[in-house]
Structure formats: structure tokens, C-alpha cells
């Protein structure tokens, strides 16, 4: 039998971040990925890091941001990573008054004038002169953020190798049971492991894990999907977004037990949501429905089709270049909005990080380092007050 001191089961961005930091502090880690690092959603991101201005004090996701941003960062300049970081800004565009008028409640409400301005649409396209003369202005966010999501979590996987983390692909764990001493007891391929500690990191597949132990973890699974144009010569400078879906979320009512941030309810479209870049490879891509429909993450043609038409809307460019390549992902999104970051209540030696759902690129890398310093440390730092699975994940049998 194996024995580890902390096992992560996952190799999304999630999983790698919490390796690379925990290894960090000196720990013995192993991670288990069922299939290659970045498999899933962690490399079929858009991979914008959307550093939303603070509302107040702490702003949980914020602040996440924010943190990653500096993570990716180091990881293009410090430590010589080449994963096509680069603080383009955002440019969310605006269509309507009444888009105006939310942007302008966007702006007051920032707790730093200079993390959002609000652009004419004559500053915006001096800045970005693909952009559609019939805008009525944009909101600019200029620290927001894009990388290549499979080299940038590639690359903190190989970070955490260096500082002595064992990672393990193509090996799904199958069970996981407690033993009386506390640790856990892990099978994985035709490993049996034993930890002292264990992390789910498993995005979507995190409450299938949580069943092995009778664990109800509150994420549901939402699928994502993108596209992709050809390859041409660098036209666009910014990530682009729309105040649509924005507007559509800020009136929409809440229902309860599901997230709120969907763009189909009961299998209808209610809003249509944008967020977009040209990668350094000269493609450019969008994307944004995000559905409930449970293990599938299969392409829907027709949500393409709307969201290359909206697209083209901001940019008219884009209603000449057909669509090349489209695909699916599959996000995990916690039901009352926040990240789930901490031990399980009343399972000391269990961790969870993850439902972060469509922001999960750019908050990540932050979560990681603070659920590492939260094991190693035994104290939780303030800012994860929001993400504690305290009070929000249902242990059977346990108060
Ligand atoms: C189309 C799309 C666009 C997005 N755009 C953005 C964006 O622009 N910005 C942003 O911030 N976020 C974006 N996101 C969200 C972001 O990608 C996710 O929030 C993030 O990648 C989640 O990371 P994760 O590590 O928690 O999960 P995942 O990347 O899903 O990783 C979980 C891993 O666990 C592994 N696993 C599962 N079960 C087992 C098992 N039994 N044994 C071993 N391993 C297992 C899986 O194979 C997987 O590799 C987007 C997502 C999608 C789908």
C-alpha cells in the first residue's frame, strides 16, 4: 500500500493550485487526475481572469481574483513559464439604456475608481477599433487578465512537481472509505493509497466523490460551450463581454436552490451571455451559454449559431468568419453562489476546494494558496469566510 500525507483527487486548476501551494509548505502530496491535467473545464476555458471591481470589504471573488492574477503573473515572469499571460483589460460592451444605467450603478459602486471606467463608444473603439459604431459606450475593467488555460495549469502542475509533488494521470479513483484512525483509505486504477489528509478537487465530478463517503456536496453541473473562428493576424487587443446578460441577472428573481447566473431555465433560453478574446494564436473565440443539463457536455449548434450572432453584434467583423471548431465543458456551480473552499464540518482530515463555476480560471490559483494555508496553518483565513463548507455541506448523521 501507498501511503501519502495529503491526496488531491483532481488535476484542474483547482487540484494543481492547492499541489503547488501545499507542496510549497513542505508537505508530501499526491494527486490523482482520472485523465490528463486540464482535461476538462481548467483547459477549455476562455481564460479570462475577470478581476471584478470590489464592492466592499472583503469581496470574497474579488479578492480571489485578484490574487490569481498576481500568481499568473509570476508564473509568465518570475518563474519563466510561458503561458501567454497578458493583462489585456475587458471591454464589456453597451447596447441599451438601461445597460447604461446599470453600468453607471457598476461604476459608483466600485470601492477603487481605477479597477472600472465607463468609455464613450468613441473611446472604446480607439481602443479596440473592431468594435461596432452603434455601441452606446463600454465599461472598461484594465486589470482583467487572459493566459493560455492548458499551459498556465500545465504549468503550475509541473511548478508543484518541482517542489516534490507526485502526480498521477490517466488514474481515476474508485473509492475512497474512512478508517478508524481518521485517514482515508484511496483506490485509484491499481493503487491503494492511504492519506492522512484528502482533497476533492473533482469540479463536477465532486459530489460522486462525496457519495463514496455519504456526503452531499451542494454543486450542480453546468455546461459551458465555446467556439472558435481561423487563425488570423492579431485584430482584437482586449477580452470582450456584453452587459446583456448583466442586466438580465441584476432584475431577474432568484430561485432557490439553483444558481442564479444561468442563461437557459427549463430548457429555454432567458438571456444571452458573452465573454470572448483572440488567443495569441489568432484565433478568436466566445462563448457563454451556461445550462443545466447534468453529464452532458455535448456542443449545441443552435446556442453557437445565437452567440456568434451576438458576437457580431459588438463586432461586425465577425459576421464574415464563419465558425471552425466549436466544444463543450462542464463547470461545477455551488448552489448559493460562493466557492466552496475548507474542511468538510465534522470531517477534520477532508478538504473540498471547488464550485467555482464560470470564474473558476481566475479564482483558483488564489483559492489553492489559501486552502493550503488553511491546512498547514490550522487557522482559516478571514477571506474565506464565505467559501467554509461550514453550515453548507450536509454530512448525514452529523450536526
Ligand atoms: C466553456 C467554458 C468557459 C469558461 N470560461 C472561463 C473564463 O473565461 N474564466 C474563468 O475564470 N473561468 C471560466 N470557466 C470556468 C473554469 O474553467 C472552471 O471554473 C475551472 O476550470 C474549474 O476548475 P476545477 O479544477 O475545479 O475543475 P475541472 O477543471 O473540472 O477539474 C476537475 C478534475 O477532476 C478530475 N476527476 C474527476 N473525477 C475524478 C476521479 N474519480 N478520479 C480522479 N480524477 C477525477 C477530472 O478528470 C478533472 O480533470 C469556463 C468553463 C467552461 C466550461
Not at 9 to 37: P, T
Not at 204 to 222: R, S
Not at 387 to 399: E, L
Request: proline share 6%; net charge negative.
Amino acid at each position: 500500500m501507498n501511503e501519502a500525507e495529503i491526496v488531491i483527487i483532481g488535476g484542474g486548476i483547482a487540484g494543481v493550485s492547492a499541489a503547488y501551494h501545499l507542496s510549497e509548505l513542505g508537505h508530501r502530496v499526491l494527486l490523482l487526475e482520472r485523465d490528463a491535467i486540464a482535461a476538462h473545464a481548467s483547459g477549455l476555458n476562455s481564460s479570462l481572469i475577470s478581476s471584478t471591481p470590489q464592492r466592499g470589504v472583503p469581496d470574497l471573488e474579488a479578492l480571489l481574483t485578484a490574487g490569481s492574477l498576481e500568481i499568473y503573473r509570476s508564473l509568465q515572469l518570475d518563474q519563466h513559464a510561458d503561458i501567454e499571460f497578458r493583462q489585456s483589460g475587458t471591454l464589456r460592451a453597451i447596447c441599451s439604456e438601461a445597460e447604461a444605467e446599470l453600468a453607471s450603478q457598476v461604476v459608483e459602486a466600485a470601492a477603487d475608481a481605477t479597477s472600472v471606467r465607463l468609455l464613450s463608444v468613441g473611446e472604446a473603439r480607439s481602443i479596440e477599433p473592431e468594435l461596432s459604431p452603434n455601441l452606446l459606450g463600454a465599461l472598461l475593467f484594465p486589470r482583467n487578465a487572459q493566459a493560455n488555460p492548458v499551459k498556465a495549469t500545465r504549468a503550475l502542475a509541473q511548478a508543484a512537481e518541482r517542489q516534490g509533488a507526485r502526480i498521477v494521470t490517466r488514474c481515476a479513483v474508485t473509492d475512497v472509505a474512512r478508517r478508524a484512525d481518521g485517514s482515508y483509505l484511496i483506490r485509484a486504477g491499481d493503487m491503494t493509497v492511504s492519506a492522512v489528509r484528502l482533497v476533492i478537487a473533482a469540479g463536477p465530478w465532486a459530489p460522486a466523490i462525496g457519495a463514496l463517503l455519504g456526503i452531499e456536496i451542494p454543486v450542480v453541473t453546468v455546461r459551458g460551450q465555446m467556439w472558435a473562428t481561423e487563425a488570423l493576424p492579431p485584430r482584437l487587443q482586449h477580452n470582450l463581454s456584453s452587459m446583456e446578460s448583466s442586466l438580465y441577472w441584476h432584475q431577474a428573481s432568484a430561485e432557490p436552490e439553483l444558481p442564479s447566473h444561468l442563461t437557459h431555465r427549463a430548457g429555454r433560453r432567458v438571456t444571452r451571455h458573452l465573454y470572448g478574446r483572440q488567443t495569441r494564436a489568432g484565433e478568436i473565440i466566445f462563448g457563454g451559454d451556461r445550462e443545466l443539463l447534468g453529464d452532458h457536455a455535448v456542443v449545441d449548434p443552435d446556442g453557437i449559431a445565437s452567440n456568434h450572432r451576438h458576437a457580431s453584434e459588438l463586432l461586425p467583423l465577425l459576421a464574415a468568419l464563419p465558425v471552425q471548431r466549436s466544444w463543450a465543458g462542464l463547470m461545477a456551480f455551488s448552489r448559493d453562489g460562493h466557492p466552496l473552499v475548507g474542511p468538510v464540518p465534522g470531517e477534520p482530515a477532508l478538504w473540498l476546494i471547488g464550485g467555482m463555476a464560470s470564474s473558476g480560471f481566475g479564482e483558483a490559483p488564489m483559492a489553492g494558496r489559501l486552502l493550503a494555508t488553511w491546512m498547514h496553518a490550522g487557522r482559516r483565513p478571514d477571506l474565506l469566510v464565505a467559501a467554509d463548507p461550514a453550515g453548507r455541506v450536509h454530512v448525514p448523521g452529523k450536526p
